[in-house]
């Protein structure tokens, strides 16, 4: 069975820093996708940036940047110049490849950008 | 491309009482997901449709939950005999695969509030 964890409940940051947060999964799969998705206060969730699993270059999106770790199974991802309109939860995800592609949600990091 | 929506957006019901939720995929994705997200947790899946088809049933499924797609568009969750504990975020998404690729879009999402 697949699982994400995400150890970190809640995080802060002051405008305009940088913060990083963590994800760590479990599988025995060799292929697969990981996403960092974000889901704002009482709005829908929206991808923020997606890794190929058998990509070794970590994927960027402008302010959005991962450190994947294949040995490690680890996944975390890195906001840069924090804007207040990132305060969301962030939720980490794992998609297993086959007939079904199924998703593992993490438990999600509330992320606090402070002014 | 107006994006994954849902109907309703809340919803308050007395324990026992059906309730049915909607949810319209981006037009050209032939794939649908309903998740459950419970306070403090990422998306648990529910089931999947390709198509018209339901290929994917999760444990959290029981016989008071029930799905359909017909015609593989928009689809609907029906939840009978409602219990306290089926209060949750209601998630739909829809994805379209390409090769192995597929990110899935979620929609707003629907409350259910069970009294």
């Known amino acids: 069975a697949q699982t994400v964890t995400q150890s970190q409940p809640e995080m802060s940051v002051q405008e305009a820093e940088t913060v990083t947060l963590s994800c760590t999964y479990d599988?025995?799969?060799?292929?697969?996708?990981l996403f960092w998705y974000k889901q704002p206060p009482s709005r829908q969730m929206i991808l923020v940036i997606r890794?190929?699993?058998?990509?070794?270059q970590n994927a960027t999106e402008n302010r959005f940047s991962v450190n994947f770790q294949k040995a490690a199974k680890s996944f975390s991802l890195k906001i840069s110049d924090s804007q207040l309109g990132d305060t969301a939860m962030y939720f980490c995800?794992?998609?297993?490849?086959?007939?079904?592609?199924?998703?593992?949600f993490g438990s999600g990091t509330k992320l606090n950008v402070k002014p | 491309d107006t994006g994954v929506s849902q109907d309703p957006r809340h919803k308050i019901t007395k324990r026992g009482q059906n309730v049915t939720f909607r949810c319209d995929p981006i037009?050209?994705?032939?794939?649908l997901y309903w998740y459950r997200q419970t306070l403090g947790q990422g998306p648990e899946f529910l089931t999947y449709?390709?198509?018209?088809?339901?290929?994917?049933k999760s444990r959290l499924l029981s016989d008071r939950f029930s799905a359909e797609r017909p015609k593989g568009s928009f689809s609907t969750l029906e939840i009978q005999r409602t219990e306290q504990g089926d209060s949750a975020m209601y998630l739909c998404?829809?994805?379209?695969?390409?090769?192995?690729?597929?990110?899935?879009?979620f929609g707003p999402g629907t409350r259910l509030l069970v009294l």
């Open positions: 890794q190929e699993a058998y990509k070794q």
């Open positions: 599988t025995s799969e060799n292929n697969y996708y």
């Open positions: 037009s050209e994705h032939n794939r």
């Open positions: 995800a794992f998609m297993k490849l086959g007939n079904f592609n199924k998703f593992y």
């Open positions: 449709f390709q198509n018209e088809a339901q290929l994917e």
């Open positions: 998404a829809s994805s379209r695969r390409l090769g192995e690729e597929e990110t899935q879009y």
